[in-house]
DNA sequence: TACCCGGAAGGTAT
DNA sequence: GATACCTTCCGGGT
């Protein structure tokens, strides 16, 4: 039995950021991804190197890694099984831990008390002490001109390590957002690094083989949304930590390769909008997006970085993970619900790092698809919108402003194919109908040729739709 | 109060 | 510099 680890100072906490802990699909993951340098070190940057190089960093299972932020899925049990013996804990249910390293090191005290009672504390105190050392360890290395946008996988050791970013610079000037403590994290190291770059996602090939992906098939790394929700059924945000990297530092995959973070296979990369988000690592998208998104894609990349793009990752995502965000309410008409419209513009704001993102802000942009026919309003329906246009369509349109011409597409293909989604919290089936009416009124486009699933919407789906230009219809709106 | 709308101005990237 | 695509702010309506 050893000595339980004593409290560390608290990581800023709030009910956000339980709340972004466990049960939302935006996993603490998704930030460690975008902000990898960790939030152990937010406030803590400055400091010295915390505990002397605490015992257990010694005494941890040889196959983990010291950083715990790096840890996979199967790290993460044989951590808790290693805990359970260390400090005769009580039994933990490791199926309350379906999650990597990053995720668990991202919940609360009282998320890991929840998860394991009687032995929470501990838990949350050993990773903190290890997270910790991993941080200032990781200080005492040389800076790098790389971008804290990649993920830090690297070895603790000084000797061999990847590009790493200046842990110092964490702390100052912080900015939180208040709203969250995900927000405040996010506004921390945004403000420090200037990396909300969403990482390439990998193949789906990449993928393949890696036992975590079990309950999630398809990872691609993508936008900090794709990250495995942690909302308990199992969430996989570790797939990166074997998929992208390994951990010694090496792999065939860019360092930042968010393998974790799910979303559907040809979905497109966030690619860096400025430069400052390259500035420091030079190559590194290119490199990422020349072995994820190879340009023998026959499909106009639109990196996530628009607005209905993005919306359509979401809903796409394979897992369903952003469900209580957004979801389908009759994805053969392309009507959806933004269901968390708060959560879904901080998701989008953290994406195109505008942290002030708000729903009025967001529901502004997705106006302004209004006029260029992509989407419209689902009369008398709060947070209900409706995809006029096929996304393929969508990216195969260099100018979305042409649109403003063109009439919808109105797909309505057979709705045998693609499940909808449900949205949980309120019963649909009445609506769906009452949107395919709605979506039916349009004046449609039928000189469209589908091969393939008949997909609306998803763009995990590759839809060869042939679409001939629309004659002009009168702007719908304006 | 929240949602919704659309004008206007501005920012950033291409 | 032009343009696209928002972002931000706002007044007003429901």
């Given at each position: 039995m050893k000595l339980v680890p004593g409290p560390l100072p608290p990581i800023p906490t709030s009910s956000s950021m339980d709340r972004l802990a466990l049960p939302l699909p935006f996993s603490p993951d998704s930030l460690f991804w975008r902000y990898p340098l960790g939030f152990a070190s937010i406030g803590q940057a400055q400091q010295p190197p915390s505990s002397p190089l605490f015992d257990y960093k010694s005494q941890l299972p040889s196959s983990l890694a010291s950083d715990p932020r790096v840890w996979s899925r199967e790290d993460v049990v044989s951590f808790l099984r290693w805990a359970e013996r260390e400090f005769d804990l009580q039994p933990i249910d490791l199926d309350m831990?379906?999650?990597?390293?990053?995720?668990?090191?991202?919940?609360?005290?009282?998320?890991?008390?929840?998860?394991?009672?009687?032995?929470?504390?501990?838990?949350?105190?050993?990773?903190?002490?290890?997270?910790?050392?991993?941080n200032s360890l990781q200080r005492m290395l040389p800076s790098s001109p790389v971008t804290p946008t990649s993920r830090h996988p690297y070895p603790l050791s000084p000797h061999s390590h990847p590009p790493t970013p200046n842990w110092n610079i964490i702390a100052q000037n912080a900015d939180p957002f208040q709203s969250s403590h995900a927000a405040s994290l996010a506004a921390h190291l945004m403000a420090q690094s200037n990396s909300v770059t969403l990482s390439p996602a990998p193949s789906v090939d990449s993928q393949a083989g890696s036992p975590q992906h079990a309950?999630?098939?398809?990872?691609?790394?993508?936008?900090?949304?794709?990250?495995?929700?942690?909302?308990?059924?199992?969430?996989?945000?570790?797939?990166?930590?074997?998929?992208?990297?390994?951990?010694?530092?090496?792999?065939?995959?860019?360092?930042?390769?968010?393998?974790?973070?799910?979303?559907?296979?040809?979905?497109?990369?966030?690619?860096?909008?400025?430069?400052?988000?390259?500035?420091?690592?030079?190559?590194?998208?290119?490199?990422?997006?020349?072995?994820?998104?190879?340009?023998?894609?026959?499909?106009?990349?639109?990196?996530?970085?628009?607005?209905?793009?993005?919306?359509?990752?979401?809903?796409?995502?394979?897992?369903?993970?952003?469900?209580?965000?957004?979801?389908?309410?009759?994805?053969?008409?392309?009507?959806?619900?933004?269901?968390?419209?708060?959560?879904?513009?901080?998701?989008?704001?953290?994406?195109?790092?505008?942290?002030?993102?708000?729903?009025?802000?967001?529901?502004?942009?997705?106006?302004?698809?209004?006029?260029?026919?992509?989407?419209?309003k689902v009369q008398g329906e709060r947070h209900c919108y409706q995809f006029l246009r096929n996304p393929n369509e969508l990216k195969n349109i260099k100018n979305?402003?042409?649109?403003?011409?063109?009439?919808?597409?109105n797909l309505k293909p057979p709705a045998q194919i693609v499940p909808n989604v449900t949205i949980k919290p309120e019963p649909v089936e009445a609506e769906s109908e009452a949107n395919r009416d709605d979506y039916d009124e349009k004046p449609t486009d039928l000189s469209i040729t589908m091969e393939g699933p008949t997909d609306l919407s998803s763009s995990s789906r590759h839809v060869n739709i042939i679409c001939s230009p629309d004659p002009p219809i009168p702007p719908q709106h304006h």
């Open positions: 831990f379906q999650m990597n390293g990053k995720a668990i090191c991202l919940l609360t005290r009282t998320d890991l008390a929840e998860r394991a009672p009687g032995s929470g504390d501990v838990l949350y105190n050993v990773l903190q002490i290890l997270v910790r050392e991993a309950d999630n098939p398809q990872t691609f790394g993508h936008s900090i949304f794709s990250m495995g929700g942690s909302n308990g059924s199992g969430s996989n945000p570790s797939d990166s930590d074997e998929d992208g990297y390994d951990k010694t530092g090496q792999s065939g995959s860019p360092p930042n390769t968010p393998s974790a973070y799910s979303l559907p296979p040809p979905l497109p990369t966030m690619a860096p909008r400025s430069p400052k988000e390259v500035a420091g690592s030079p190559g590194m998208f290119k490199a990422v997006g020349r072995e994820f998104f190879p340009n023998e894609s026959p499909e106009p990349n639109t990196n996530g970085r628009l607005l209905w793009d993005f919306l359509q990752q979401l809903l796409n995502d394979p897992a369903q993970r952003y469900t209580n965000y957004i979801a389908w309410k009759n994805r053969d008409t392309g009507v959806f619900k933004i269901v968390d419209p708060a959560g879904l513009a901080k998701l989008w704001g953290i994406q195109k790092n505008h942290l002030s993102m708000n729903y009025d802000k967001m529901s502004r942009a997705l106006r302004y698809y209004y006029r260029v026919n992509i989407l419209r979305i402003s042409l649109l403003r011409q063109m009439s919808p597409t």
